[in-house]
Structure formats: C-alpha cells, structure tokens
C-alpha cells in the first residue's frame, strides 16, 4: 500500500474503532441516502429537455417520422395520441432540417397553396373544382383549432351562376367533426360552427350547414327550425331567469322557516321573439302661422223669379211664379297649417315575461299555523307576481322526508370522522418516526459526548496496595492457566472478600473509570500465543 494512503486509512480504522455501532448505523444510512440523493438529482440534471419535432401530423407522416428517427438512434416522445412528435431541445432545429431534406412530413397539399398550381392552361372547371378544394381546406384548417376537434372534413356545394336571379340556388355545406374522447360541443360551439362556415361562403345562410360528429349525431341540420344552440341558448336563459326568481323567494322564507324550511320552484315562459314596432304621430300648436292660405270668393246677383213649388201627381213639379232680386255670395279658405310630426322605432328585447308559475311547499313541522295568504303574497311580491298577466301561485305544507338527507348527513360524518382518523394516524406515524429518529440522535450524540467527557475528565485512581494487589492477581489470572489451590483459596477467602468489597464499592462509584482502566488491560495484556 502506498505510505500516502496508509496514514489516512489507519487514521480512519482507528476513528470506526472509537464509535459505537448505532454511530456506524447512522453514519451509513446517511452516506447511503446522500448516495441515492446525488444520483438521482445527477439524473434530473442530465436530463434532456423535449420540444415538439411536428405537430399535428397524419398517421402515415407519424410512422415515416418515427422509422427516421429509430434509425439515426435519436431518442423521442410521442404526444396527443401519436399526433405530436417531441424530440430534445437541443435537436428540434437540425431533425426538421433533415426531415424536410427526406420530404417529411409528405401530408398533402390543402386549402389556398392549390391555387398557386394553376398554370395558363388550366380550364374553368379546374379553376372552380381547385377553389372549391381550397376553400374546404381552409374551412376545415380552420375548425380544427376548436377546443375538443381532432379533425374536421367540410364539403361545399356551390352553385352555378345562372343567368338570371331568380333561378340562382343557394349554397350548401356539410361538415363533420371528429372530436377528441369525452369531449360533446355545447350549443353555442355548433352555432360557431355553422357562422364561421357561412360566413365564409358568399350569399350562405347558416341554415344550410349541416354539422355532424364521427359518432353519426346530427348537432345541425336545415330544416330544423330553432337550431339545437337557439334552443340550449332558450333554455340556458330560462334556467337562469328561474334560478334568480327562486332565490329572490328563498331569501324571504329562510329567515321565516329557517334553513331547508320551505321548497320553491319557478316556471318561467319567455318570449325571446324580436320585435320592432315604428309609429308616427302628428301634434298641431294653436296659434302657428300657417304655411300657405288660399281664399275663394264666389257672387251672383240678379233677377227673376225662383223655382219652387210642391211634387204633384206622377212627380211633376208645380212651378209658382214671383218678382224681385236675387243675390248668391260663397266664400271659402284653405289653409296650410304646420303640423308637427314625430316618428319612433322601438325594438322589444327578446326575453319578455309570458307567464310565471310558482310552487312554494313548506315543510309541516316549521310551518305550523303560519298564514299562507301572507306566505303567498310575500313570494308574489319577492318573484314579482302579475295577476293580470295570468301568473299562478300554489302554496302547501306538508311533511318533508327527511330520510335520504339525514341518511347523507351521516354518511358524511362517517366520512369526515374517516378522514380525520386517517390524518390522526398519518400524523401519529409521522411524529413517531420524526421521534425515534430524533431519539436515535440524541442517544448517539449524548453516548459519544459522555464518552468524550470521561475520557476528557478521566484521572488516575488512588488505590490502595491491597486493592491493586488483588487486581493484578485478577489480571495474571486471567491471562494464564494455573492451577487452582483449593486449600490456599480457603485460606484467602477473608482478604479476598474484604478486597471485593472493596472493589465492588469502587466500581458502584466511579464505573466509568474501572471501565476505561480495564479496558487498558485488556488492551494491554492482548491475546496470548
């Protein structure tokens, strides 16, 4: 052994010799955990870093992707259900540059850039048939950054241009959507769907989109009247003009009734038609100079004798005759007079109060003789009753079953008592582990400071020349084989048991420094050859 490392090793048997064995336990289960600790903090360091290679890739360019990568030896991830390829940090930049040398990812050509193949002799079908493509490319490029949409396939019927307007068709489109599992779009989602491809397309109506999932649900359809999200969207706000109607009530009974006292339930019917209503009215101010005023004047004057008489038989006229003048004089004034005019457009809100139905059941044990009428008029004013629109009210109390309720409660109970049994026990486990480790410390600390202070504080024993003649007689005895003196023994067994006693007082008094000397003879005195 080189003489550098004999030193430091003698050192280091000599420092496990001192220790006691809890000390060496301890001292390796910590060499032992910082051990583990090291390695695997070196194996989170030297980790490597993925980013996405590709995304979105179709099966056929994931396995070309993948058989590339298993040949250069490069490591990978895949993610979203193979869709996405993730690859370290440091090689995302270099593999696309290969993969694109290799024609990878190959996909196929979609929406606009099938435009851009056009050349000067393509015909006008080509032309249409390629922007149609491209159009249902985009559209479902477009569809596919919905939340929930793995892929969307759209077709487009577009019309011919005819000649004259009338015979012009509207156009149509179908989408159909492959969602990703669990997940269901919402009615407002399908209504997204068919504005956005509507409003893609000229002169489209989202009436004429069809929208389907790849289970074969219709979610849209022409023809269908209200619309699967006009009807969520109906019944979302009725749910939530009802619930706001209720709790109104239900703040007036709990404070009567107490908690879980009473019941109310809410019908509410909306019209959610729009409507839009113009009105003209005409106002005339006394006292407005007119625009214009046009007078006539008519007169007659003369003479001779009027005609007159009475029917006489076969509805002749019998004339009379008589003398003097006669005089006719007609004036009349049209006047054109300001008149003040005021138009106005008013637009209803969808959302109008139809009817309202309300239910209130009070449970009969804290009901007792509360008067209902009160009851009745209180909720009517809370949910704002309108007898004149034909809104119902229906107060009762009657015996509320409390069984399934009291049965959760204590369920409940049951499992909160679980739970805070099982934190008990963790925390139990927890502080008894955290106790005994910390005992275990402390006793080899306290040993090896205990240990350090004796040998520190160790002075030699004054004993006796009797007492040290017994003990070395104890030492030579203990180190050779010599015949045993029954005689002799008798004869020394007063000394001896004066000198034990002795001994043993010693011992009882100062333990740690007979210990510590004997351990010197023992040392000292060593195996014998």
Known sequence: MPAALAGPLGRLRSALSTISLGQKVVIGLLVVGLLLGGFFFYRWITAPTYAPLFSNLAASDASAIVDELNAAGVAYQLADGGATIMVPNDQVYDLRLSMSGKGLPAGSDTGYALLDEQGITTSEFQQQVSYQRALEGELATTLEALDGVRSAVVHVALPEDEVFATDQEQATASVLLDLAPGTELSGEQVQAVTNLVSSSIQDMDPDQVTVADSAGAVLSAPGQGVTAAAGDARSQLEQEYESRLAANAQAVLDPILGPGGARVSVRADLDLSQRSTTSETHTYEQGTPPISEQ?????????????????????????????????????????????????????????????????????????????????????????????????????????????????????????????????????????????????????VWLRSRRRQEVEEDYEPLELTDDVMAELDRIRIESTREAPVDDAAAELEAAERQRVRGEIAAMVSEKPDEVAAMLRGWLSESGPRP
């Open 295 to 443: 007078t006539t004047t008519e007169q007659y004057r003369g003479t001779g004798a009027a005609v007159g008489g009475v029917l006489g038989p076969e509805n002749q006229t019998g004339t009379t005759g008589g003398n003097g003048d006669s005089t006719y004089s007609k004036e009349s004034t049209t006047a054109n007079n300001a008149v003040g005019t005021v138009t106005q457009k008013v637009e209803d809100a969808p959302g109008t109060i139809k009817r309202l139905t309300v239910s209130v059941v009070m449970d009969q044990q804290v009901a007792g003789n509360l008067n209902q009428a009160q009851i009745e008029q209180l909720v009517g004013n809370a949910v704002g009753l309108d007898a004149a629109r034909g809104d119902d009210i229906t107060v009762a109390a009657m015996a509320f079953d409390t069984s399934a309720a009291d049965q959760a409660a204590a369920e409940l109970e049951t499992a909160q008592e679980a739970e805070r049994q099982a934190q008990l026990w963790s925390m139990v486990k927890t502080g008894g582990i955290a106790l005994g480790i910390a005992l275990l410390v402390l006793v």
